[in-house]
């Protein structure tokens, strides 16, 4: 025992003292056994003819590569990576994709790890992790996982690939038949369970009635991004959400230097929020794009106080600035509730949910359909009170004017009738707030429009800031007081209001409400050609 260790620590001082020049490159060396070294350090092996062999293999490469008169043909063996010049082999080897030279069986097994979707992910990366990536043995496990073993699955036939161990991946790059599965059931269990919520529709505004209390079960919230002319994106999470009868107000506090001029185009994304402390909460939330606004479009002031400038950009979306520096102090997005939950989440990020509305029944024996039967929910509000809600049934377009213009006239309050004229109950204003500063704009708030069809199915839905301007100078016969207008124009229709402010009283009454729709838009619901 004594002297196998003897010869173990001599072996090492000459291992030691053996000089680089008669080492044989480390990446040639044969692996080490368990033989008896012999004088040098050096095995049988290594001794026999190994060392010419490689300087032969050597020069042999250099001759073909065209360096034969340069090439060093000395005993002492050169290693290619102590080299000052990277040589073409060993360039080639770097460039060697490593992940490539590992079996199948071994992939397999480490994506086996992953969840569906970081699975999903990694299918982008290349065309090899993108075969993996729709391993039918992975996503038959992910299901199983996911879903019970008692729920239906593929026949016989179409499993014998799930329960082969195949050891060559898919290289027709098809898409699992169990990863389609595994997502449609999913998408279509996640639908069903709010779907089936917002089937109930309120009967004063025909509309889903639990649309708020879906939108927080889901946990949805909405993200500004500003973009600049320089290229970069100011992303701003959702500050304050304020809830009515047909829509709602987004608000957001900047805290950054940014002016008007400095931005090229806003973004609106529905993001679905994971809870807090969920395993996915780490992991990026999807978006979905509702609404995109280049700051070139129509965009005019609708209201000023001491410290604000209220700038609207049609047709949802208001911007403050302060009035000393121009910077932009807060920005509101008005939201109708229409169609709001799908919106939010089946949009991608860069492509808005456009969802087909249900058409009414085609109905050839009445000739003036889409002229008579409409009912108008209509909500003036601002960030904080009600303002006006009101509600008009069985509206029709008169027979003397029923298309003027390209447009049909509803006729839902009119001036000569005294009867349904309507109080408005709050200040036409909106109230802002910047941090811990607070002001509010006079004369301009939020209108909710939702007009339904003779089938009671959403035919026009709006949600919209507007202002209020001079109608006429001279006082109203019937009032005695001035009168004023608030206007809404789009390509689909026109809104106007006709208002009356008392000055003793501090009043203001609505008494004419008027709405043209687009005969364009009327012959596409209904199928006609007025």
């Known amino acids: 025992m004594a002297a196998g260790r003897g010869e173990f620590f001599r072996s090492l001082a000459e291992g030691f003292e053996r000089k680089p020049a008669q080492q044989a490159p480390e990446i040639q060396q044969p692996r080490a056994g368990r033989g008896r070294p012999n004088l040098g350090g050096a095995f049988a092996a290594e001794r026999t003819g190994f060392s010419a062999k490689w300087r032969k293999t050597q020069q042999k490469r250099a001759s073909r590569e065209g360096s034969g008169s340069g090439t060093e043909t000395s005993d002492q063996p050169t290693c290619p990576g102590l080299q000052k010049k990277i040589?073409?082999?060993?360039?080639?080897?770097?460039?060697?994709?490593?992940?490539?030279?590992?079996?199948?069986?071994?992939?397999?097994?480490?994506?086996?790890?992953?969840?569906?979707?970081?699975?999903?992910?990694?299918?982008?990366?290349?065309?090899?992790?993108?075969?993996?990536?729709?391993?039918?043995?992975?996503?038959?496990?992910?299901?199983?996982?996911?879903?019970?073993?008692?729920?239906?699955?593929?026949?016989?036939?179409?499993?014998?690939?799930?329960?082969?161990?195949?050891?060559?991946?898919?290289?027709?790059?098809?898409?699992?038949?169990?990863?389609?599965?595994?997502?449609n059931l999913m998408t279509g269990q996640e639908m069903k369970k709010w779907m089936k919520l917002l089937r109930e529709i309120s009967p004063s505004t025909g509309l889903p009635w639990q649309t708020v209390s879906v939108l927080r079960n889901l946990n949805v919230s909405w993200e500004l991004t500003l973009c600049s002319h320089n290229g970069k994106e100011h992303r701003l999470e959702q500050s304050k959400g304020h809830f009515f009868e047909s829509s709602m107000i987004l608000c957001w506090s900047l805290g950054i230097c940014l002016k008007f001029y400095q931005i090229s185009s806003i973004r609106l994304h529905g993001i679905r929020m994971e809870p807090q402390g969920s395993s996915e909460s780490r992991k990026s939330n999807w978006r979905s794009l509702i609404l995109e606004l280049a700051t070139e479009t129509l965009h005019l002031y609708i209201g000023t106080d001491k410290r604000m400038r209220v700038l609207l950009l049609q047709p949802s979306v208001i911007m403050g600035f302060w009035a000393e520096c121009q910077e932009v102090a807060f920005i509101m997005v008005s939201l109708h509730f229409h169609k709001l939950v799908e919106k939010s989440l089946l949009g991608s990020k860069a492509c808005p949910y456009f969802g087909t509305g249900e058409l009414p029944p085609v109905v050839d024996s009445d000739p003036e359909l889409g002229l008579?039967?409409?009912?108008?929910?209509?909500?003036?509000?601002?960030?904080?009170?009600?303002?006006?809600?009101?509600?008009?049934?069985?509206?029709?377009?008169?027979?003397?004017?029923?298309?003027?213009?390209?447009?049909?006239?509803?006729?839902?309050?009119?001036?000569?009738?005294?009867?349904?004229?309507?109080?408005?109950?709050?200040?036409?204003?909106?109230?802002?707030?910047?941090?811990?500063?607070?002001?509010?704009?006079?004369?301009?708030?939020?209108?909710?429009?939702?007009?339904?069809?003779?089938?009671?199915?959403?035919?026009?839905?709006?949600?919209?800031?507007?202002?209020?301007?001079?109608?006429?100078?001279k006082p109203s016969s019937d009032y005695g007081g001035h009168e004023f207008q608030m206007v809404y124009r789009s390509p689909e229709g026109e809104v106007k209001m006709l208002l009356v402010w008392l000055q003793e009283q501090k009043q203001v009454f609505l008494i004419g409400l008027t709405a043209y729709i687009s005969v364009a838009k009327l012959n596409k619901h209904f199928k006609r050609e007025y």
């Open 87 to 183: 040589s073409p082999e060993k360039s080639s080897v770097c460039k060697l994709n490593l992940l490539e030279r590992l079996p199948y069986e071994i992939l397999i097994k480490i994506l086996s790890y992953l969840d569906p979707p970081s699975l999903f992910c990694v299918g982008h990366v290349s065309r090899l992790f993108n075969r993996l990536s729709n391993d039918d043995f992975l996503w038959h496990r992910i299901y199983m996982s996911k879903f019970n073993k008692r729920m239906w699955k593929p026949k016989s036939a179409d499993t014998h690939a799930v329960t082969d161990n195949r050891a060559e991946p898919m290289e027709d790059g098809s898409i699992s038949r169990w990863k389609k599965l595994y997502f």
């Open 372 to 473: 008579h039967g409409y009912t108008l929910h209509l909500v003036l509000h601002n960030t904080s009170t009600m303002i006006m809600s009101g509600h008009f049934k069985q509206l029709s377009s008169p027979k003397d004017s029923q298309i003027q213009g390209g447009l049909v006239e509803l006729r839902f309050i009119q001036r000569a009738d005294l009867s349904q004229h309507r109080s408005l109950s709050g200040s036409i204003r909106i109230p802002w707030k910047n941090h811990e500063i607070e002001g509010a704009v006079e004369n301009c708030c939020i209108m909710g429009l939702t007009l339904l069809d003779e089938f009671q199915l959403p035919f026009w839905c709006v949600s919209s800031p507007i202002y209020i301007t001079m109608a006429s100078r």
